[in-house]
């Protein structure tokens, strides 16, 4: 298989062993931005996904080497949780200068731990998700970069591992913004009680989790690392008139992180 194109949104079309036919394009409402979910970017999307017409991969790098500039840190190498916050690793090793180093490796034999009935077997089950390889940070400042922290509970035994097998410090920098709102578009996200984010321990949530620091990626700069490229594409083919269109939200949904949502809520 290769790439062929991207569907617009509103697009209806219709693949057959012959051709690809656009059947219609449903218009958006006039002066409306389109709201691309930012979160796929971040999360949801394979990282060989292309959306407006960038790498999903190239995304969270450059979302690793904005939260680099953010947020630095003294320390010794750079890693992350297998495997989703790698390129985000990556882009944080890379504009820090340190190196990127694997500590933990993945137990193929475990299933998916987000769908244990419960909290206890959830942190058990990261417990025996992962190996650690103790050689490659005994001794050694860790920053270790995730992609998103949702309620706090799965980073928390992580920690814990590493610094019981001998990490002397480890510092947590998560390569997208806090959730705290609801998404009403489809994204099965956690209550509002449930985020981290809106809890009283998010105030002090390096001591909650047990890190000796916590920084999130600010929502500017997860915005600029998304739209860099897309700004750069549309300067380069003149179409300056389209991109001034587009500032402000500038075509993607940041609901769940700043409560700003793309449509009106009716009730």
């Not at 949801?44 to 960038?54: N, V």
């Not at 990490?167 to 947590?172: D, Q, S």
Request: hydrophobic share 35%; glycine share 6%.
């Amino acid at each position: 298989s290769r790439y062929y194109r991207e569907v617009l949104p509103g697009e209806i079309v219709k693949i057959s062993r012959y051709d690809v036919q656009t059947l219609d394009v449903v218009p958006r409402p006039e002066g409306d931005p389109s709201a691309f979910c930012i979160f796929e970017y971040v999360y949801f999307a394979r990282p060989d996904s292309i959306f407006e017409g960038q790498m999903v991969y190239s995304v969270r790098r450059r979302c690793g080497q904005q939260l680099a500039i953010e947020a630095p840190v003294e320390a010794d190498l750079v890693s992350t949780v297998p495997e989703s916050a790698t390129p985000a690793a990556l882009g944080y090793a890379q504009k820090c200068g340190l190196p990127y180093v694997e500590v933990l490796c993945k137990n193929r034999y475990v299933g998916r731990t987000f769908i244990q009935p419960n909290m206890r077997l959830r942190q058990l089950g990261v417990a025996k998700k992962f190996g650690v390889l103790s050689d490659n940070f005994k001794g050694k400042r860790v920053v270790i970069i995730d992609d998103s922290i949702v309620r706090g509970n799965t980073i928390s035994p992580i920690i814990k591992l590493l610094r019981e097998s001998g990490a002397k410090e480890v510092h947590i920098r998560v390569a997208s913004p806090p959730i705290r709102f609801p998404c009403y578009m489809g994204i099965n996200i956690p209550t509002k009680e449930e985020l981290i984010a809106n809890r009283p321990e998010f105030h002090d949530l390096a001591n909650y989790i047990g890190a000796d620091s916590v920084v999130y990626l600010s929502v500017e700069g997860l915005v600029s690392s998304v739209q860099e490229s897309i700004k750069a594409r549309e300067e380069n083919e003149n179409s300056l008139k389209t991109q001034k269109s587009r500032v402000g939200k500038i075509g993607h949904c940041t609901a769940c992180l700043t409560g700003e949502y793309p449509v009106e809520l009716e009730w």
